[in-house]
């Protein structure tokens, strides 16, 4: 993986193992397209990258939705769930 998309997905999965750490049983993220993301149909790597970290700190993802940015950029917004 790349030094950013480590970044990106270590970042998430601190924020994520701060959030179970304080009970919660839900986690809700926002993902930007990635600068670097071809207009083609593809993989989104840095995306893949953090839901994977994300779940590896004991989080499911559970719903999804993608929306726009203000410039028209596709977001998503994973939720997680994880048993009390």
């Not at 970042?11 to 839900?26: E, W, Y």
């Not at 993220?29 to 790597?45: M, V």
């Not at 028209?72 to 994880?82: C, K, L, N, S, Y």
């Amino acid at each position: 993986m790349g030094i950013i998309r480590n970044t990106k997905a270590n970042d998430l999965a601190a924020s994520a193992a701060k959030a179970r750490d304080n009970g919660q049983v839900v986690f809700a993220a926002l993902l930007n397209l990635p600068r670097t993301q071809p207009d083609l149909s593809s993989e989104i790597g840095d995306w893949s990258a953090m839901i994977e970290a994300v779940q590896n700190e004991g989080w499911q993802l559970t719903q999804w939705t993608v929306g726009q940015d203000n410039k028209g950029r596709p977001q998503a917004f994973p939720v997680f769930h994880r048993q009390p």
